[in-house]
């Protein structure tokens, strides 16, 4: 069964700004928006694969490097190509986002559609809360996502 879309928040809950992603769709699940499935994923982004693998329609919230500007909110398009390394959408353990979808890309395992929300983050350190700069951008995040959605949906 295909659904329309597919919202993956990707974080760690316990490493400072690492869990914006959890809270950003954590709170796109708040609102309940038809048509749109809220997952959440916390370090293994092999599974991506499989969670978005009936989806026609992905949307992914995740964390990136500290960059100069913690809260920055970057739009990404990994169907126009790879991600930009700058942003660091690695992973600690060697196999981040940035591989999860240079793997479907060579599989031919992307979904039709698919936009990445990228928050550069401030710091990731263990057991810490968001940085008020990152907590701030949760808002402007699920505005940009709600429109985003709201306009894949019309396209449907």
């Not at 928040?9 to 954590?26: E, K, Q, S, Y």
């Not at 920055?72 to 060697?94: A, K, V």
């Not at 395992?109 to 698919?114: D, G, T, V």
């Amino acid at each position: 069964m295909t659904r329309p879309a597919l919202l993956i928040g990707l974080g760690n809950p316990d490493r400072g700004d690492d869990a914006v992603g959890l809270h950003v769709v954590r709170r796109l699940a708040a609102r309940g928006l038809p048509g749109v499935t809220v997952a959440e994923a916390d370090g293994d982004t092999l599974t991506l694969l499989d969670r978005w693998a009936a989806a026609a329609r992905v949307v992914l919230v995740d964390a990136t490097e500290p960059a100069g500007q913690p809260g920055r909110i970057h739009r990404l398009d990994p169907m126009s190509g790879p991600l930009p390394r700058e942003l660091g959408l690695g992973s600690t353990h060697g196999f981040g986002l940035a591989e999860a979808v240079e793997l479907a890309r060579a599989l031919g395992r992307l979904p039709a559609r698919m936009t990445i929300f990228a928050i550069e983050a401030a710091h990731f350190e263990h057991g810490a809360a968001l940085s008020a700069p990152v907590a701030a951008s949760v808002t402007a995040a699920t505005a940009l996502i709600v429109a985003e959605l709201a306009e894949g949906l019309a396209d449907a």
